[in-house]
């Protein structure tokens, strides 16, 4: 079971927490819950540490950010003894949790849950930290990156054999769109990991992508439910659980990325190699790509391609260095709107309905990049939401129209 930042937020939500905790293991589960830092405690240590220091220690960031969700498991472990259950709360490291060695953004090696499973077996309920690791090299505590308590609780679940690794969040479960923009939005009750790869990767804040390719990779069953209430939430299942598959499971949307163009880029080989190269060793996360041939043999090439907007800064520089084009372009009020199905992977006509439906909406799309199950477009930022309903509806996904045409089925997980 892991809890997120809201649902241990304050006493009352960590005490709420351990009952729901207290409960599980009462029906005769054995139960390890892990637990994110209280509320935006991680966004306050960030901000505490940019106020020391312009470029804090990466080494010192973890040892800082990893005692939020100590601080949780604490105090839900003091609630849980408080209702009559024995309970310990081990760090990162205490549970076994191993990883390399890249500070702020580890990742797991390997989960050594004997500890767990011994506290288990002593019918203890384990409070385990979620987001952090110990590395095996440095012996230095690490951190997984900004969501990366999901992470945790997936590898936990999977180095435990659990049943099932529940998240409970303060959403009911996974929307087929953002419910803040489209209010029809419905509730997948059976989604796939390869969708939910591909909605968290084009914007959805479901889950840390990273705890999906992971669940993905070791056959763990995520349940993601509300922390507030018993409603039934969403299951991610492997591909060939979910009986049905339909044409187009979600529209997702994302508002963080720029457009870079690069004008001028010599015809010759090797040079996108060398332009991603430095991007790449820049750390720089590239999206889409789109190159055209040029027009002719003395014409030069022209790239776009999308950076995350908090890299857009060091992209720029990263390309004058180069100083081998004649100009570089960017905008960083692009939205993107992407459709996600599995279904799509074998009916032709999804992409051509998209670019209609957004055509008629008078929404100009300047890039487009597809993969088998998801179709994305780059548009102008302002028009996000309006791309997101049109295509909602045009693909009939909202509530009221999904009970007419059935294009899922209900599920009880
Ligand atoms: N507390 C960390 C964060 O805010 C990890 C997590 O919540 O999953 O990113
Ligand atoms: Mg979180």
Same mark, same amino acid.
């Given at each position: 079971?892991?809890?997120?930042?809201?649902?241990?937020?304050?006493? +009352?939500?960590?005490?709420?927490?351990?009952?729901r905790?207290?409960?599980?293991?009462e029906?005769?589960?054995?139960?390890?819950?892990?637990?994110?830092?209280?509320?935006?405690?991680?966004?306050?240590?960030?901000?505490?540490?940019?106020?020391i220091s312009?470029?804090?220690?990466?080494?010192?960031m973890?040892?800082?950010?990893?005692?939020?969700?100590?601080?949780?498991?604490?105090?839900?472990?003091?609630?849980?003894?408080?209702?009559?259950?024995?309970?310990?709360?081990?760090?990162?490291?205490?549970?076994?949790?191993?990883?390399?060695?890249? &500070?702020?953004?580890?990742?797991?090696v390997?989960?050594?849950?004997?500890?767990?499973?011994?506290?288990?077996?002593?019918?203890k309920?384990?409070?385990?930290?979620?987001?952090?690791g110990?590395?095996?090299?440095?012996?230095?505590v690490?951190?997984?990156?900004?969501?990366?308590?999901?992470?945790?609780?997936?590898?936990?679940?999977?180095?435990?054999?659990?049943d099932?690794?529940?998240?409970?969040?303060?959403? +009911?479960?996974?929307?087929?769109?953002?419910?803040?923009?489209?209010?029809?939005?419905?509730?997948?009750?059976?989604?796939?990991?390869?969708?939910?790869?591909?909605?968290?990767?084009?914007?959805?804040?479901?889950?840390?992508?990273?705890?999906?390719?992971?669940?993905?990779? &070791?056959?763990?069953?995520?349940?993601?439910?509300?922390?507030? &209430?018993?409603?039934?939430?969403?299951?991610?299942?492997?591909?060939?659980?979910?009986?049905?598959?339909?044409?187009?499971?979600?529209?997702?949307?994302?508002?963080?990325?720029?457009?870079?163009?690069?004008?001028?880029?010599?015809?010759?080989?090797?040079?996108?190699?060398?332009?991603?190269?430095?991007?790449?060793?820049?750390?720089?996360?590239?999206?889409?790509?789109?190159?055209?041939?040029?027009?002719?043999?003395?014409?030069?090439?022209e790239?776009?391609?999308?950076?995350?907007?908090?890299?857009?800064?060091?992209?720029?520089?990263?390309?004058?260095?180069?100083g081998?084009?004649?100009?570089?372009?960017?905008?960083?009020?692009?939205?993107?709107?992407?459709?996600?199905?599995?279904?799509?992977?074998? &009916?032709?006509?999804?992409?051509?309905?998209?670019?209609?439906?957004?055509?008629?909406?008078?929404?100009?799309?300047?890039?487009?990049?597809?993969?088998?199950?998801?179709?994305?477009?780059?548009? +102008?930022?302002?028009?996000?939401? +309006?791309?997101?309903?049109?295509?909602?509806?045009?693909?009939?996904?909202?509530?009221a129209?999904?009970?007419?045409?059935?294009?899922?089925?209900?599920?009880?997980?």
């Amino acid at each position: 079971m892991k809890f997120g930042g809201t649902s241990v937020a304050d006493t +009352d939500r960590i005490k709420n927490a351990a009952r729901r905790i207290v409960a599980a293991h009462e029906k005769g589960n054995k139960v390890v819950a892990v637990l994110s830092a209280q509320g935006k405690t991680t966004d306050q240590l960030v901000a505490q540490a940019n106020e020391i220091s312009e470029r804090p220690v990466a080494r010192e960031m973890d040892m800082l950010l990893s005692t939020g969700e100590r601080i949780s498991c604490a105090l839900a472990a003091m609630a849980i003894h408080d209702m009559g259950q024995e309970a310990i709360s081990l760090t990162g490291s205490q549970a076994g949790i191993l990883t390399d060695t890249s &500070h702020t953004k580890a990742r797991i090696v390997d989960v050594r849950a004997d500890r767990i499973k011994e506290a288990l077996a002593d019918n203890k309920i384990v409070l385990v930290a979620g987001f952090q690791g110990v590395s095996t090299d440095s012996k230095d505590v690490t951190t997984l990156g900004r969501g990366g308590s999901d992470t945790t609780a997936v590898a936990v679940a999977a180095a435990i054999g659990a049943d099932v690794c529940e998240i409970y969040t303060d959403v +009911d479960g996974v929307y087929n769109a953002d419910p803040r923009i489209v209010p029809n939005a419905r509730m997948l009750p059976v989604v796939s990991f390869e969708e939910v790869l591909e909605m968290s990767a084009s914007g959805a804040g479901v889950l840390q992508l990273r705890s999906i390719e992971y669940a993905r990779n &070791h056959g763990v069953r995520i349940h993601c439910r509300s922390s507030f &209430h018993d409603g039934t939430g969403t299951m991610v299942v492997s591909e060939e659980e979910t009986m049905e598959q339909p044409l187009v499971t979600a529209v997702t949307h994302a508002t963080d990325e720029a457009r870079v163009t690069v004008r001028g880029v010599p015809d010759r080989p090797g040079v996108a190699g060398d332009l991603f190269t430095k991007l790449a060793a820049a750390s720089i996360n590239v999206d889409m790509i789109i190159q055209n041939e040029p027009l002719g043999s003395e014409h030069p090439a022209e790239m776009t391609f999308t950076v995350p907007k908090d890299d857009l800064a060091v992209a720029l520089d990263t390309l004058d260095e180069m100083g081998e084009f004649e100009a570089i372009e960017n905008d960083s009020s692009m939205g993107k709107v992407s459709v996600i199905g599995a279904g799509m992977r074998s &009916h032709p006509g999804v992409a051509a309905k998209v670019f209609t439906v957004l055509g008629e909406e008078g929404i100009n799309i300047q890039m487009i990049s597809t993969s088998p199950i998801k179709i994305s477009c780059v548009i +102008d930022g302002d028009r996000v939401p +309006d791309a997101v309903r049109a295509l909602h509806e045009a693909f009939d996904l909202g509530v009221a129209e999904e009970q007419a045409t059935g294009n899922f089925r209900p599920v009880a997980p």
